[in-house]
């Protein structure tokens, strides 16, 4: 009986599996979707380098690393070219456009969601930007609750040229941090990613980025995996190496403790 017990509590504790896929589910709206950048691909084209360069230090086990979503945009080639972007939608169409891919098998570990949502209801005068941030709340808890083990990334804004826009933005920005990190103290796996980089001289339109704003939010992107990677919440632990990483060491050391204090 008690040994039983004792392999039952080491298998609960056993390190993760070493990812062999890692999905990554871009959702959001057009800025998502990669309007206004050359190629159509926006901030996915530079993150994927960045993701799968040989120096990237984002994953130790070098999984296949794959955009999912229903729409498809850009020239990235398939099946890399989808991503849940959304032109025209605001935070609580997200949530809806959302609830396809967060039907699809979605409890591995190591799946990322890169959410950046709000500039629609920052823009559209119709829409009370006071209730945005509860509105951004609600979408996280509704992502985090389909996929509990995901890594799920928040965007700050990038800036617009229109002063009502702009105001807007600057507000809801400032709340951001406040709506995630509630999430994140109740044990919930999300990060903000500040695109504070991002200004409205590196846009098309005062509203959309240009290539040099979309490579400036892949490398605020890039950073924000590798906090959640340091967190183990991308990466399963597969080498010696990898568990002086991060808080690698952190999955083994029930295991180690268990077994000293049983003397194997
Ligand atoms: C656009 O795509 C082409 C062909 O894939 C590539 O050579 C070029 O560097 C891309 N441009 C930008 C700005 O990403
Ligand atoms: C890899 O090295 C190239 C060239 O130095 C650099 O531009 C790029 O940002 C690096 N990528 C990562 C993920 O560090
Ligand atoms: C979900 O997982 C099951 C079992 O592994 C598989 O048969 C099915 O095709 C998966 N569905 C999707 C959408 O990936
Ligand atoms: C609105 O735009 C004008 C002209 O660009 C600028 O002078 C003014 O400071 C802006 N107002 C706000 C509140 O940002
Ligand atoms: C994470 O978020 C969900 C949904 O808001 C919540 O039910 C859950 O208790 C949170 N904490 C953990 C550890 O998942």
């Not at 850009?74 to 891919?101: C, F, M, R, T, W």
């Not at 799946?111 to 945005?132: E, H, K, Q, R």
């Not at 240009?210 to 924000?224: E, F, I, N, R, S």
């Amino acid at each position: 009986m008690s040994h039983l017990l004792l392999l039952a509590i080491t298998l609960l504790l056993s390190p993760a599996q070493a990812i062999t896929h890692l999905r990554i589910l871009p959702l959001g709206d057009s800025i998502t979707w990669g309007y206004g950048s050359t190629n159509g691909s926006g901030y996915r084209a530079p993150l994927l380098t960045l993701l799968t360069s040989p120096n990237s230090t984002f994953t130790t086990s070098k999984p296949k690393i794959t955009y999912i979503g229903s729409v498809t945009s850009g020239n990235l080639p398939p099946p890399n070219n989808a991503n849940e972007g959304h032109v025209g939608a605001l935070i609580s169409q997200i949530g809806d456009y959302a609830k396809v891919p967060l039907s699809w098998n979605g409890t591995l570990e190591g799946d990322i969601v890169l959410l950046m949502a709000g500039t629609n209801d920052m823009f559209n005068a119709n829409i009370s930007p006071n209730g945005a941030p509860g509105r951004l709340g609600a979408l996280i808890d509704e992502i985090v609750t389909a996929w509990p083990k995901a890594a799920v990334l928040v965007a700050t804004l990038t800036p617009s040229a229109i002063n009502t826009t702009q105001d807007n933005i600057e507000v809801f920005n400032g709340q951001v941090a406040g709506v995630v990190s509630k999430r994140a103290k109740a044990g919930n796996r999300t990060l903000v990613v500040s695109m504070s980089k991002v200004t409205v001289g590196m846009e098309v339109d005062g509203l959309h980025p240009d290539d040099v704003g979309y490579t400036l939010m892949a490398q605020g992107w890039y950073k924000g995996l590798l906090e959640a990677k340091s967190k183990g919440w991308v990466d399963g632990v597969a080498s010696g190496a990898a568990l002086m990483g991060g808080a690698g060491w952190l999955m083994w050391f029930p295991v180690v403790s268990l077994v000293l204090l049983v003397g194997v």
